[in-house]
């Protein structure tokens, strides 16, 4: 039985958003046993610039379903919690753009362009938390700046562990690439 890229793409998204929430609840999970660590670490955008990397805009789903467990977890109302963690990280998808500019390839061998896109998440996600904020009636300049400090330990983390997974095999590739080519080689072997 084979898949086709529909049923593939779920697969691998499905697998990806599990990796996500885990490192979602699990970030927050430490975070709120340690209040003075003085920082925050998540692999949630990690995992979610792989997706994307992977799948296009579709990997922006990674991000917003693995904040689904914040609407319970995160410190705020309920509906304030579905904006801040699950809608507004939805401009992440920001990064298509990126890759439809650049060469993806070159992302991965150029430092300078992987560590631009690392901040370039990271930025984004500030702004969609501004914009969140923005719609509560708070101050979005604060919010996107305290965002994005509070965040810049993963930032650095998700660049250094970016730096070390851009060479390994089947990991950072286009998949539906990947897949039409695995596809025609099948049938030609067949």
């Given at each position: 039985m084979t898949m086709d890229l529909k049923q593939y793409r779920l697969m691998d998204l499905s697998v990806l958003t599990f990796l996500a929430v885990v490192a979602q609840v699990l970030g927050t999970y430490l975070h709120n046993i340690l209040p003075g660590a003085g920082f925050y670490l998540n692999f949630g955008v990690l995992i979610t610039i792989i997706a994307i990397y992977r799948w296009g805009a579709y990997g922006t789903l990674v991000l917003m379903i693995s904040g689904i467990p914040m609407i319970?977890?995160?410190v705020n109302l309920i509906g304030i919690n579905l904006v801040l963690?699950?809608?507004?990280?939805g401009l992440i998808v920001g990064l298509t753009l990126i890759f439809r500019k650049w060469k993806a390839q070159d992302i991965l061998f150029d430092t300078l362009q992987l560590l631009l896109l690392t901040v370039a998440a990271y930025v984004l996600l500030a702004i969609g938390q501004g914009i969140g904020v923005l719609l509560l009636?708070?101050?979005p300049i604060t919010a996107g700046v305290m965002y994005?400090?509070?965040n810049s330990f993963s930032m650095?983390?998700?660049?250094v562990v970016l730096l070390l997974v851009r060479k390994r095999p089947g990991l950072m590739i286009d998949m539906k690439t990947y897949f039409e080519r695995e596809q025609n080689n099948h049938e030609y072997s067949s």
């Open positions: 319970i977890m995160g963690h699950v809608i507004a990280p009636g708070e101050n994005f400090l509070s650095l983390m998700t660049y």
